[in-house]
């Protein structure tokens, strides 16, 4: 895998990601084939690290989907939204030349819209917005295999201008209208649930 100097741009899946990654993920995915989905990819942190440590090693494979235009948060319009796609192409080049990680650049409600398949997990860390999360929310629990994971960043980030800026308000209401079909297994700065119905 190519790597570039990132010290740039910040590393946004260090927060809490990659720790529940290696906790989480590698327990229940280390060796198997499956198909993964990730809503908001950025310059490519999460990407890697699922690289390095799973679909390189399986058959599995990553649909990256996001559109690499930022959105109205403050820390996203201080960045180049050009080099930060550009970034994420040189450093999952390899990856997607071996088609282990599919970029599609598209708004999540266009790819759900149009997407025929199914999924082992998904990872949601697109829109912020109480209203875009729940839409995502929504739209990947229909897609998830039975004992899926979906694991949403940012459950407990305090940008934006208020409640229906964040992630948490949606996370929430999912969890509330989705408590008899899952099965909350991580909730600190991340919220990950897996599908049981």
Aim: aromatic share 14%.
């Amino acid at each position: 895998m190519e790597r570039k100097v990132t010290e740039a741009l910040p590393n946004w899946f260090a927060n809490d990601g990659q720790q529940n990654f290696e906790n989480i993920l590698l327990k229940n995915f280390q060796g198997k084939s499956f198909k993964f989905l990730q809503v908001g990819a950025y310059s490519g942190d999460a990407s890697l690290w699922l690289y390095e440590n799973l679909l390189r090693k399986s058959d599995s494979i990553l649909v990256d989907v996001d559109t690499w235009e930022g959105s109205d948060e403050p820390a996203h319009k201080a960045l180049n939204w050009d080099t930060v796609e550009n970034l994420y192409d040189a450093r999952t080049r390899i990856a997607r030349e071996q088609r282990k990680i599919i970029k599609v650049k598209l708004t999540s409600d266009y790819f759900f819209k149009n997407n025929r398949e199914f999924y082992d997990f998904i990872y949601i860390d697109g829109d912020h917005t109480a209203y875009g999360v729940i839409k995502d929310a929504v739209n990947a629990f229909e897609v998830l295999k039975p004992g899926g994971i979906i694991a949403f960043d940012d459950y407990d980030w305090r940008g934006g201008t208020g409640p229906i800026d964040r992630p948490r308000m949606a996370i929430d209401a999912f969890l509330e209208i989705y408590k008899e079909k899952i099965e909350v297994i991580h909730k600190q700065y991340q919220c990950w649930v897996r599908k049981v119905a």
